[in-house]
């Protein structure tokens, strides 16, 4: 069964950080592109960054500069580090395991990120 648990989301002041983490079972995360897209309320989803197996990374225009994302193949685990959060970055954040950066193949129930003062 596949699964992914999200962490680390919450509520953060703009200008600040939070760092989420995406922990998988149930697939050869080594041999999976692992990436984080997000939806806020009333709007579709969006890509955010992915990293292949190989380590290079993509990012979405709107996040570039500003989010970091990383991958711990012995822990199975995908990072999304992002700083200089503005409130248009609030939203509910899913990763997800695919053959490639735009295909999304698993996904978890995501964790909510808000930021506002």
């Known amino acids: 069964q596949v699964q992914f648990v999200e962490s680390g989301g919450g509520l953060v002041q703009p200008g600040g950080s939070l760092r989420l983490s995406c922990v998988a079972s149930?697939?050869?995360?080594?041999?999976?592109?692992m990436g984080w897209y997000r939806q806020a309320a009333g709007k579709q989803r969006e890509f955010v960054g992915a990293i292949s197996s190989g380590g290079s990374t993509n990012y979405g225009d709107s996040v570039k500069g500003r989010f970091t994302i990383s991958r711990d193949n012995a822990k199975n685990t995908v990072y999304l580090q992002m700083n200089s959060l503005k409130p248009e970055d609030t939203a509910v954040y899913s990763c997800?395991?695919?053959?490639?950066?735009?295909?999304?193949?698993?996904w978890g129930q995501g964790t909510q990120v808000t930021v506002s003062s």
């Open positions: 997800y395991a695919g053959r490639g950066y735009f295909s999304y193949d698993y």
């Open positions: 149930g697939i050869t995360f080594s041999i999976y592109t």
